[in-house]
């Protein structure tokens, strides 16, 4: 069109805007994302405007984490297994006394770390013993076979016998006899026992009878780590070995606590074995096996950085902390709160808790204070993952690093389409007026008197040239750090037989401005 509606117009980009652009996070990756996708976005919004037309977007950029926070959340991981604990005070593994933890990581990465170099940063996994623990005895597995086998899990490598419930008197147990069978080689597995966290550990049998009948016939409690359903494939350690003694009487047997400790932090299955080598061959009655434990040591799962100094030394990073388990766990374990899975989530947004959490945790913050706070974070699209906030004290209290920010754009159109724009639009004010007239004075006396006096430019006596020359003075002086290609849309009032505004277009090209 020769004369197109021109529109000039800020706008702030809604939620509904994002849907459509199909920015389901309702924000931009970047910049040049925003210049791509909005041109299109103002064509359909803005149809009717044409050349001249200008829009300044609104619009939410995400930059990702405050710099620094990258190094921790992309530092190497490392987590300490059984054998990387010292000896406590009360004796077991498997995790740091709570006093003194963070001294002791240093002499553990010394090993677990090669070839460090300064400045390198790595996040060490470990359990952390809490304190006064109450020593305690805990069952792990009771099975007294009250009306079935319970979860045990019967296993026939050779005969026709098979396992039973029986009850005498009232007592369940679980029974065995291969009288008349010949060879028989039958199990019965428990289910996984798991001991880690536990120490003194024993299996109680307290009644495994057998009715002697026969003799050369074994019954044996057998412990597996490698159990995965077949008895034939899984390695076995024999606990105990019993031959089945002659005569007719009831025998009690393997009724002394098993000592089970070479097998802390394992996960075991444990097995009753039966093996005939004859027709006759005697029963065995096995009721109410107990696995317990003498002491449970309590442990919260910890995680803290450490940096290689220039001393050649591992220390404690400075500013920086790693979410625990017991800190997720303490803003709620509730379905939907952190303590659940232990981790954020776009469900669970960190910044609904790590305000608190500074506030509680670091109550008397100095201004300009920083503390980087990192957490394990589960992403729908990406799975597990750390991430990180970085806290600044400011004005009397700890505020977060914003990760999306509100920016804008300008968007100018060509006559054919909406282009991304730098142009700032200035407005001359009255000190404006006053500094041309200050500094251009000796130059242009008349000209700048009659400015004085009208408070607006005469085109009868101002020339472009002129005119330039105090735009250029007036932006100067208010853009002093603008950069090359930057443009101006620079708005002033003239005379030219009547009073009114006028706009000048320019650019700053080879450090001098210039009318476009």
């Known amino acids: 069109m020769d004369n197109p509606i021109v529109g000039d117009v800020e706008y702030t980009l809604t939620d509904e805007d994002y849907d ?27 149809p009717v405007w044409g050349n001249g037309s200008s829009v300044l977007v609104g619009y939410k950029l995400y930059v990702g984490s405050a710099p620094g926070v990258g190094d921790y959340t992309y530092a190497d991981e490392v987590e300490m297994e059984d054998a990387d604990y010292p000896q406590s005070e009360i004796g077991a593994v498997g995790f740091l006394p709570s006093e003194d933890a963070l001294a002791l990581i240093p002499d553990y990465l010394d090993g677990a770390v090669a070839d460090p170099a300064e400045g390198d940063i790595v996040l060490v996994r470990y359990e952390e013993h809490v304190s006064n623990t109450v020593a305690q005895s805990i069952t792990l ?20 016998t098979e396992w039973e419930n029986r009850d005498y008197s009232g007592v369940e147990y ?3 006899s291969a009288y008349g069978d010949g060879v028989v080689e039958n199990y019965l597995v428990s289910p996984a026992v798991d001991l880690s966290d536990y120490s003194n550990v024993v299996v109680r049998i307290n009644q495994a009878i057998n009715y ?16 995965d359903g077949d008895v034939t494939t899984a390695t076995w350690d024999v606990l105990t070995l019993e031959e089945m003694p002659s005569g007719g009487d009831w025998t009690f047997v393997l009724s002394e606590p098993v000592d089970l400790s070479a097998y802390e932090g394992e996960t075991i299955n444990i097995a009753f074995k039966y093996q ?3 027709d006759v061959a005697p029963a065995w009655e096995i009721d109410n096996i107990v696995v317990s434990s003498g002491i449970k040591d309590e442990t919260i799962s910890k995680a803290a950085y450490f940096t290689y100094n220039e001393d050649g030394e591992w220390e404690a990073s400075e500013g920086v902390y790693f979410l625990s388990s017991a800190d997720l766990d303490a803003m709620g374990e509730d379905y939907g709160r952190p303590g659940y899975y232990n981790n954020f989530s776009s469900s669970i947004s960190p910044l609904d808790y790590l305000p608190a959490f500074m506030v509680n945790t670091y109550p008397y913050g100095q201004e300009e204070d920083a503390m980087t706070i990192v957490y394990d974070y589960y992403s729908s699209s990406t799975g597990a993952q750390l991430r990180g906030t970085l806290f600044t004290f400011t004005a009397g209290e700890w505020a977060a690093y914003e990760s999306t920010q509100d920016v804008t754009l300008q968007f100018a159109h060509d006559g054919t389409t909406w282009v991304p724009d730098n142009t700032i639009k200035y407005t001359f004010t009255s000190g404006d007026y006053a500094l041309v007239v200050d500094q251009l004075g000796s130059t242009y006396p008349s000209e700048t008197g009659n400015l004085a006096s009208y408070g607006n430019f005469n085109l009868f ?14 932006i100067e002086n208010n853009y002093p750090s603008a950069e090359e290609g930057q443009k101006f849309a620079v708005t002033y009032t003239v005379y030219d037989g009547s009073t009114h505004d006028d706009v000048m277009n320019i650019i ?9």
Request: charged share 20%; no cysteine; hydrophobic share 40%.
């Open 20 to 46: 459509d652009l199909d920015l389901g996070y309702g924000s931009f990756n970047s910049v040049d994302d925003a210049k791509e996708m909005l041109p299109a976005f103002l064509t359909e919004k803005y």
């Open 141 to 160: 597995l009771e099975e007294g076979f009250n009306g079935t086998l319970g979860d045990f899990t019967p296993e026939y490598v050779a005969g026709p």
């Open 174 to 176: 679980a029974y065995m």
């Open 212 to 227: 002697a009948s026969g003799n050369l016939d074994l019954a044996s409690v057998l412990v597996s780590t490698d159990y």
């Open 276 to 278: 005939s080598t004859e």
């Open 461 to 474: 006596s101002w020339t472009d040239e002129m005119l330039l020359e105090a735009v250029t003075l007036v």
């Open 508 to 516: 700053l090209e080879g450090g001098v401005y210039v009318m476009q």
